[in-house]
């Protein structure tokens, strides 16, 4: 259990299209999920904090109007990265948040999906 | 604001050896934290956490003590194998009044282990 998919696994796109990357948790409901970016050999840098029904709520120095999220479900979020340029390359990684069962093992853990390499040429 | 601190790297062991891993840690509250290990290729993996001072997490061999005096929750393994070469990443997560979930990531250590 508690499984996060991510699609696609690697995209390459133009400069200047848009990209979507999706995230969803298969077997449990996550009111909210994170997106982070992972540059090579660096750490995850928290992106946005995604919350159903509601938005998202950005990290300083993020573009909102750039990486675009939409929480419209409790297993789905998507992350827009529009007009794509070749620095926003990188490995996008999300993770939901079991909000299950209170007090049950997995009670406020996040799960992390396998992430999608994006390379914009 | 909160942050986390990991040694740096790489770190490469024969197997069999002893590892430690250090990470040290600032946070204003009472921060829950964990140890994730990404593999090659894939997302990362929680290996272990400890949510309140003394605590210790294990899995798999690896343990780690929540060590509030020292601020630091330090990863250790007594015998490595091949198979646990990764990156792995120390983290903290405020689960006070605000509990919003965020994690505040180490920069990562990779660990590579020669047969």
């Known amino acids: 259990g508690a499984v996060v998919s991510q699609h696609p696994s690697r995209v390459i796109c133009k400069s200047g299209t848009s990209v979507k990357i999706e995230c969803r948790s298969l077997?449990?409901?996550?009111?909210?999920m994170f997106w982070y970016r992972q540059f090579p050999k660096q750490s995850l840098m928290l992106m946005a904090t995604?919350?159903?029904?509601?938005?998202?709520?950005?990290e300083q120095g993020v573009e909102k109007d750039k990486f675009l999220i939409n929480h419209a479900s409790l297993t789905l979020s998507t992350l827009t990265v529009t007009s794509a340029h070749p620095e926003d390359s990188s490995f996008y990684i999300c993770?939901?948040?079991?909000?299950?069962?209170?007090?049950?093992?997995?009670?406020?853990?996040?799960?992390f999906g396998p992430g999608t390499r994006l390379t914009v040429l | 604001g909160d942050s986390v601190t990991q040694m740096e790297g790489p770190v490469t062991l024969s197997e069999e050896a002893f590892l430690t891993i250090n990470c040290t840690y600032t946070a204003t509250g009472y921060p829950s934290l964990f140890w994730y290990v990404q593999y090659p290729g894939e997302g990362l993996q929680l290996l272990l956490k400890a949510t309140k001072a003394d605590d210790k997490g294990s899995n798999k061999g690896f343990e780690a003590t929540y060590r509030k005096e020292t601020t630091s929750f330090h990863l250790e393994k007594g015998s490595v194998q091949v198979s646990d070469s990764a990156v792995y990443f120390c983290a903290l997560s405020d689960m006070g009044s605000s509990n919003t979930g965020k994690l505040i990531f180490g920069q990562g250590t990779t660990l590579q282990v020669k047969p």
């Open positions: 995604s919350n159903e029904g509601s938005k998202a709520t950005y």
């Open positions: 993770s939901a948040r079991d909000m299950g069962l209170a007090g049950g093992p997995l009670y406020n853990e996040q799960f």
């Open positions: 077997d449990f409901q996550a009111t909210t």
